[in-house]
């Protein structure tokens, strides 16, 4: 690949075609590499604190550089210094690693740069992100005429639900005098084990977290449906207007899921909206093992979803459903006179359903793996992940040394070293990070602190467990004998 004196295209801005083929040789170099060498990485990496400051302290270049010095920079640079989210020894949050097809589907929707939310300016985006909702809305047994769009995440899919759950109490005038319109003030209610996500949108909505009602969670760390109706009729009695109820499918700590069935019910007999923040979980309707617990969800108003997890996207892909597709439309429809709208008897116009107006094909890396790979190959590796996650917590069980601090009931495994206190868990979790055997992340249960692992990666195996507890115990014994 020749340098900055190469000829261009008429815009210099533009490739030659022998540099994109260089380039795409020299990607796919990369990936087959990168993809070779993971287990070998350090999860999280000693930072080269030099080398970040190189990228701090750039100033804005006067002239360009060689396509392939970027490259060199992007592996000696920016991979040395990346958490390794593909390692098999990653399993802190719920940040899934991607499916194979991930980077080439993400390089094709930059090159169409469809803005997904005008059917005009992404015909064929369009079809594709109504053919993604129908088929995820089928999954849950929503109606045929339900609607929503594919997200940033899950956060904006919360958000956008909440927003119409708000502006259907709100009513006619929602647009017009928002909360100014001088009504009772609005109440919320989630369990104790709520994403913070939903304290964020109530938050931007306007509602206020002091309106945010947490209910305790019984000992499988699932709403207390009768302490929720009990706050409900309070609520009532003290001059709020209870608005929504959002129920959890795979808690952000423990992977519980709600009692959905009792929970529509009581949503029907008090008029309230049911969202359902299944951001985690709400996928593992693809596994026999997990879609009993979603039972129910057919009743929700709204479900927020994460492709980007248990579909093994790459970020960002959330999804939001709303079963009204009016009550979406009130809510986020607007005219401009600076943009064109046609109508179509197929295609539809996604911004008069959201909030964005300039807004990428996420839908096609979603539709993409999904018709490469199959129900199947979802069902089969959802049940593995489940597989690993039992067998881990079972390890637990049987070490001397670990204590389990909720049963294994989805993808996450809480648990903590017996002989450390707060603190001491806490340095153990650090001394693993540092030494980069192994990523997890932190966990609160019942007041007691602790580690959680996450199984939504594709690479992890039964040998990673013993690895990740082998380093585990190690660190843990050491720290607790001082």
């Not at 380039?23 to 070998?40: F, K, Q």
């Not at 979603?294 to 709303?322: Q, R, T, Y």
Request: glycine share 8%; hydrophobic share 45%.
């Amino acid at each position: 690949m020749t340098g900055t004196d190469e000829p261009r295209p008429m815009n210099e801005l533009l490739l030659t075609p022998d540099q994109i083929r260089d380039a795409a040789a020299r990607m796919a170099e990369i990936l087959v590499g990168y993809e070779s060498s993971l287990e070998e990485r350090p999860v999280l990496p000693e930072l080269d604190r030099t080398a970040l400051r190189r990228i701090l302290d750039e100033p804005w270049p006067e002239q360009g550089r060689p396509i392939a010095t970027l490259f060199d920079e992007f592996e000696a640079l920016i991979v040395p210094n990346s958490a390794h989210i593909a390692h098999p020894r990653y399993l802190a949050y719920v940040l899934a690693s991607p499916h194979g097809l991930s980077p080439f589907a993400e390089a094709l929707s930059a090159a169409l740069n469809q803005s997904a939310s005008i059917w005009t300016l992404s015909p064929a985006a369009n079809a594709i992100e109504q053919t993604v909702l129908r088929w995820l809305a089928e999954l849950f047994g929503f109606p045929s005429d339900a609607i929503g769009h594919i997200t940033s995440g899950g956060s904006m899919a919360n958000l956008v639900a909440l927003q119409a759950a708000r502006d259907r109490k709100l009513g006619a005038d929602a647009r017009a005098k928002g909360l100014q319109g001088g009504h009772a003030p609005f109440r919320v209610y989630t369990s104790t084990e709520v994403h913070g996500s939903v304290d964020k949108a109530i938050s931007m909505l306007g509602l206020g977290t002091d309106h945010l009602q947490r209910i305790a969670v019984d000992d499988a760390f699932r709403i207390r449906v009768d302490l929720l109706a009990e706050q409900i009729q309070l609520d009532r009695a003290a001059g709020f207007e209870p608005m929504c109820v959002v129920a959890s499918a795979g808690t952000v700590t423990t992977g519980a899921f709600d009692p959905l069935p009792e929970l529509a019910a009581l949503c029907s007999r008090e008029g309230l909206w049911l969202h359902v923040d299944g951001a985690y979980g709400a996928l593992g309707v693809l596994c026999s093992r997990i879609s009993p617990r979603l039972a129910g969800v057919e009743h929700a108003d709204s479900i927020a979803l994460d492709p980007h997890k248990l579909l093994f996207n790459s970020l960002e892909a959330g999804c939001v459903l709303i079963r009204d597709r009016e009550q979406a439309r009130q809510s986020f429809g607007q005219t401009s006179s600076y943009i064109a709208r046609n109508t179509d008897p197929d295609l539809i116009d996604f911004t008069d359903y959201g909030p964005q107006l300039s807004r990428s094909i996420k839908a096609f890396k979603v539709w993409w793996g999904i018709r490469a790979f199959g129900r199947g190959a979802y069902q089969r590796t959802l049940d593995r992940l489940l597989d690993l996650a039992h067998s881990m917590g079972e390890a637990v069980e049987a070490h001397p040394s670990l204590e389990l601090l909720a049963p294994v009931t989805f993808t996450a495994v809480c648990f903590r070293h017996r002989g450390l206190d707060e603190a001491g868990n806490a340095a153990l979790l650090r001394a693993l990070l540092d030494s980069g055997i192994a990523y997890l992340g932190p966990a609160r249960v019942q007041g007691a602190a602790g580690l959680r692992a996450c199984f939504t990666n594709l690479r992890t195996t039964d040998a990673d467990i013993d690895t990740v507890l082998a380093a585990v115990t190690r660190i843990g014994d050491e720290l607790a004998s001082g």
